[in-house]
């Protein structure tokens, strides 16, 4: 394996002293399958403080459980005593650790064999637990028993479908059994750790394993509105799949950036709210959109999202489903409510909707998106006014032409915005000022 020099130096520094070290865990998993390791790990027989004394710079990340961060330059490596967990008893965190001098006892602790792997360039790879013949399997396994792993950490339980999702790997069966068993636990864990691996996993190469999750039962303790979706048929012309399918379907022609995929989970959470179905047997979903919505950011709002992340997911999911028109004023009006920067998101969003209906109907609607696009391009090249900003008259100029402010005031300029998005060539000062005259003077 190779290792960057800096992480070379941690390792050297600290044998040099007298100690063990090794980088372990996702970084030599990410190395062995020739992935570039997001960041670099190490674990020592050093304890926290012979750690400290032998670096200048450091930072005191965790050191109740071992951690020191290393500073070298304006990188930080996070060095980590071999410690042995103690109890869970709240299902989430150690109640204490115990530092160790041994290796074994450190990988014994990890959760999933992949990750419980350790390397330095003098030894070698350390691989007690068939880590290595689990990634030439595409396996998910647990180090040791996995019900003792998912009783340490609940969290573990999503983290094997999260990692199932970025390596496309199966989870192993004694492994996935425990996870049915035992997943009520994440119940006990909080929000944030949730809507971080759920984030994870959306954005991976496989957010379809988000079917995984639903069929292990972790979704119907995190995510039951998930649940009720994949329960939910569509006997429609336009659809293909059920509700559940038809949503994974949306995320895997969706690029993979965490707004997009949010929307694309949730644009269709309302649909089992909203349904109907005649005496002919064919379901209708009248209203979902704004249902869905709603229902997007409670449960964003649950998983302790930022308040600017939300606000974007749910418009997506509010205009979802309205069917733009390739004609101008229809896309100026469009452009109005959710502004220039949500536009193509929207747009990239009914194209993945598309694809997942129907395909009888999957060639008109990319067409009809294809010129909906090439308008709105149109109208920003010619700067044609969709917005009170853009507009040639302002509070300020019926101020000066005799106009009082106030409320009546804020409505004549949307007055005058809603006549000219259907006027472009209108947006002049003079003439809007003439055209409205009337309501000038009554102002």
């Known amino acids: 394996m190779k290792i960057p020099e800096k992480v070379q130096l941690v390792i050297e520094t600290l044998e040099q002293a007298g100690f063990e070290a090794y980088a372990v865990g996702g970084c030599v998993r990410d190395t062995l399958l020739g992935r570039e390791p997001g960041d670099w790990d190490i674990t020592t027989s050093a304890d926290p403080m012979q750690i400290k004394a032998l670096f200048p710079r450091t930072v005191d990340t965790g050191i109740k459980h071992g951690t020191v961060t290393v500073m070298l330059g304006k990188e930080g490596f996070e060095v980590t005593t071999y410690r042995i967990d103690g109890s869970y008893s709240d299902g989430r965190h150690p109640d204490q650790v115990v530092f160790t001098s041994q290796l074994k006892e450190d990988l014994r602790r990890r959760d999933f064999t992949i990750n419980s792997m350790a390397y330095n360039p003098k030894t070698g790879i350390v691989d007690l637990f068939g880590g290595q013949a689990d990634l030439q399997a595409r396996v998910i396994r647990c180090v040791g028993e996995a019900k003792e792993r998912f009783s340490e950490d609940a969290l573990r339980m999503l983290r094997a479908v999260r990692f199932s999702a970025q390596l496309d790997f199966g989870i192993e069966e004694e492994t996935g059994k425990a996870i049915v068993e035992l997943g009520g636990n994440l119940e006990k864990i909080s929000k944030e750790r949730i809507r971080t691996e759920m984030v994870k996993l959306l954005v991976s190469p496989h957010p379809e394993r988000i079917r995984t999750a639903w069929e292990l039962g972790i979704t119907a303790v995190i995510l039951p509105e998930f649940d009720v979706m994949m329960q939910q048929e569509q006997h429609t012309k336009y659809h293909r799949y059920g509700v559940g399918e038809h949503t994974i379907q949306v995320m895997l022609h969706t690029p993979p950036e965490k707004v997009l995929r949010l929307a694309a ?179």
């Open 265 to 443: 989970l949730f644009h269709d959470v309302g649909k089992p709210v909203a349904h109907t179905t005649n005496e002919e047997g064919i379901d209708s979903f009248k209203g979902h959109a704004p249902i869905s919505a709603k229902m997007a950011r409670k449960r964003m709002v649950d998983w302790k999202f930022d308040n600017d992340t939300i606000d974007q997911v749910v418009l997506l999911v509010q205009y979802h489903d309205v069917r733009i028109e390739p004609v101008k004023n229809h896309v100026r009006r469009l452009l109005s409510k959710i502004g220039v920067e949500a536009f193509p998101l929207l747009m990239t969003l009914q194209r993945a909707d598309a694809e997942g209906k129907a395909e009888a109907f999957l060639q008109g609607s990319l067409e009809r998106i294809a010129q909906v696009e090439q308008l709105a391009a149109e109208i920003l090249a010619d700067q044609e006014c969709f917005s009170l900003k853009q507009l040639a008259v302002d509070g300020k100029v019926l101020k000066e032409a005799g106009m009082k402010p106030g409320k009546a005031m804020g409505e004549l300029l949307h007055q005058m915005l809603d006549y000219v998005m259907e006027h472009p060539e209108c947006n002049d000062k003079e003439q809007l000022l003439t055209l409205f005259a009337g309501a000038i003077n009554q102002g």
